[in-house]
């Protein structure tokens, strides 16, 4: 803790000593949009095809993780292994997940240590913003984004008025155990805002499946599959004339059984509890129309794995995964004119990795130099950034990413486009796993391009989009693609074992409706994807394990005063269980889900009263092979909130 807050305070001095000199004498540029410095990798992804999760969408499901709500809303593949609370990774574009980066509030969570994000462990009830971007630049988040970035916000008090402060508890339950309890306070007074979140959700998970695996296709009860999470999520804001200073925290335990595969006579023995603890600050302040902003985290987190002998009472297996990120972005905005924009940024990140599998304690410590552009001429804007990163154990090249946005004057046009180049440095596993790490190990690198169409059929008064749809084409190839196979010696080990080729078209129509006290929503998307390799003795036609070719989602809320009732539909194509083909197909599938509520209003208070159906039509399917997924579950919730004005 003493490094963390002498390396913070060292990098805030030359932070101040750098840019405390600005000029104050030019031109104030659009006042309004520089008290709200907007981060960079929003700020410079126009040129990109990004999915904003509208708000509505995000209340409705509340009481759902992140993997829940992506899978009913969005056209991202979510894959997920038996039941609520469970491991849910995402495929973005036809690649693993690894190639996906998550940040939260600007910081990447991808495990150091695996390179994926577990999506389960984040709720819904904390997020203010959810925003997808597809496809997004190396240059602008670094390693993993040959899929794209799931950048998520807790900060929910921003927005609020002054003097305004509310408190909410909410608790449901459901099929096969479920029960998620949630308390919720945020508030506003003058400068300075803050919420709260602290849940506590527990899940039995004991639904009935019919085992395809077992001698007569018997149906049997699923075990060992209890998941129960605790967690608090804090976030303040003080705003002052010409700075603002946001800071946060993330704390979170769960403990989960894993359950045995279809087809096992054995009970389970296996569990995981999984243990977080995040910390950020970050600065922002304005010097005349520029503005810099400095943010720091430190992030703990912890995995226990055991693997009890129910002969012995003993564990063949007992691994703990300890790791600890510390990291620091510094961006200066320098606003020449109306019309360019230049930022010039510096991260650094320290990772350490205390697992029982390695035979020592590797540090790694990395650097990134970035510089982004942004310039406007009539309707279109130009985007442009670099970055070069100092790593002392793989050699990147600079990534380069270019786009440009344009729309017609009408508005009702926009047509956007991006070329950039990537990659993604190996894991801590990758490297120093024992037995079977491997440190010669090489980064994947490559490229890719996309092109979208927007069209804007009608807005509102105030100028937002109520009717519009969107089309997008792209392509993605990897290279140094880095698997685990086993070796001779019966080991398994990484290697640099394909390229990869990723290409697909996405599709989406939205509209919104708005008559008196009648209000509609409706979201529809549509994702054609094929993932294949090339230029390798391995290469085929067959599409890579577990990547639907078709995917598609419809989403529509339909309200009437106080009343609401939401409907989802989700369709995943097949899938193939080994890349060769020569596996199981796992079949296509499809969910519908129905949720209705109905908000009473008193003069201290509302109370809010709600009834879920997931998989309304008891479908059995897998979302992984031999792993079942529960049937038709039914959830009744409340929620009280006290308001004070």
């Known amino acids: 803790m003493k490094k963390f807050l002498i390396y913070n305070i060292l990098f805030l001095c030359f932070a101040v000593n750098l840019f405390g000199q600005s000029s104050d004498s030019m031109k104030q540029i659009l006042l309004k949009d520089i008290q709200i410095i907007e981060n960079r990798s929003t700020f410079y992804n126009g040129d990109k095809s990004v999915i904003k999760l509208d708000s509505q969408i995000i209340v409705a499901n509340k009481t759902a993780d992140l993997g829940e709500l992506l899978l009913a809303t969005t056209p991202l593949f979510i894959n997920a292994i038996s039941g609520s609370g469970a491991l849910e990774t995402v495929s973005l574009r036809g690649t693993s997940a690894n190639h996906t980066s998550v940040n939260w509030n600007g910081f990447p969570i991808n495990s150091v240590t695996a390179g994926s994000a577990d999506l389960s462990l984040i709720p819904v009830a904390v997020l203010s913003n959810v925003n997808i971007v597809k496809g997004a630049s190396g240059s602008l988040y670094g390693s ?19 003097n305004f402060s509310d408190a909410t508890f909410s608790f449901e339950t459901g099929s096969f155990g479920s029960r998620k309890t949630n308390f919720s306070t945020d508030a506003k007074l003058n400068r300075f805002s803050f919420d709260v979140n602290i849940f506590d959700n527990k899940s039995t998970n004991n639904f009935k499946y019919q085992d395809y695996e077992k001698f007569g296709n018997p149906v049997v009860e699923q075990s060992h599959n209890k998941t129960a999470s605790q967690g608090l999520f804090f976030d303040g804001n003080v705003n002052l004339n010409a700075s603002q200073f946001i800071f946060g925290i993330w704390y979170q335990n769960k403990d989960k059984e894993i359950p045995p595969m279809m087809g096992s006579y054995n009970a389970g023995s296996e569990n995981e509890n999984d243990n977080t603890f995040k910390i950020f600050a970050e600065f922002k302040r304005r010097f005349g129309n520029n503005s810099l902003d400095w943010k720091t985290a430190l992030m703990l987190d912890k995995e226990h794995y055991t693997d009890l002998n129910l002969q012995t009472d003993e564990f063949d297996i007992d691994s703990q995964i300890k790791s600890k990120l510390f ?34 304690i590797p540090v790694e410590q990395n ?57 993604r440095r190996p894991t801590f596993n990758d490297k120093y796993w024992t037995p079977g790490g491997n440190l010669d190990i090489l980064p994947e690198t490559g490229w890719s391009a996309d092109f979208t ?16 749809s969107e089309i997008s084409v792209y392509t993605s190839k990897i290279n140094n693609w880095i698997q685990w196979i086993p070796q001779p010696d019966g080991n398994w080990s990484p290697v640099n074992y394909k390229s990869v080729w990723s290409r697909g078209v996405e599709s989406a129509v939205h509209a919104k409706i708005h008559f008196n006290k009648f209000s509609a929503n409706f979201n529809a998307n549509y994702s054609y994807t094929a993932t294949t390799t090339y230029n390798t003795e391995m290469s085929t036609n067959n ?24 409907y989802s539909y989700t369709y995943i194509g097949t899938r193939n269980s080994l890349e060769s083909g020569d596996g199981t197909q796992l079949p296509s599938f499809s969910l519908s889900n129905v949720q209705i509520s109905q908000n009473f209003t008193f003069r201290k208070f509302n109370l ?26 039914i959830f009744f919730s409340t929620a009280i909130t006290i308001k004070n004005k």
């Open 144 to 162: 993993g984004t040959f899929g794209g970035s799931i950048d998520l916000e807790t900060n929910q008090s921003a927005s609020l008025p002054n």
């Open 327 to 360: 990291y620091n972005d510094l961006d200066f905005r320098w606003n020449c004119s109306n019309n360019f924009s230049m930022d010039f940024a510096a991260i650094y990140s320290r990772i350490e990795g205390d697992v029982t599998a390695y035979q020592n």
């Open 367 to 423: 650097l990134a130099l970035l510089t982004a552009a942004q310039y406007q001429i009539k309707q279109i804007t130009f985007d442009a950034s670099v970055r070069k990163e100092f790593d002392a154990n793989a050699k990147v090249h600079p990534l380069i990413s270019l786009g440009a946005d344009y729309k017609t004057k009408s508005k009702w046009l926009t047509l956007k486009s991006n070329v950039s180049n990537k990659f």
């Open 453 to 468: 169409a927007e069209n804007v059929v009608k807005k509102n008064k105030l100028g937002e989009k109520i009717c519009w």
């Open 543 to 566: 599409q890579l394990a577990y990547l639907p070719k078709h995917n598609a989602t419809v989403w529509l809320n339909l309200c009437y005063r106080s009343f609401n009732v939401s």
């Open 608 to 633: 809010t009263l709600n009834v879920k159906i997931n998989n309304l039509f008891d479908q059995q399917y897998l979302m992984s092979a031999t792993y079942p997924m529960p049937g038709r579950t």
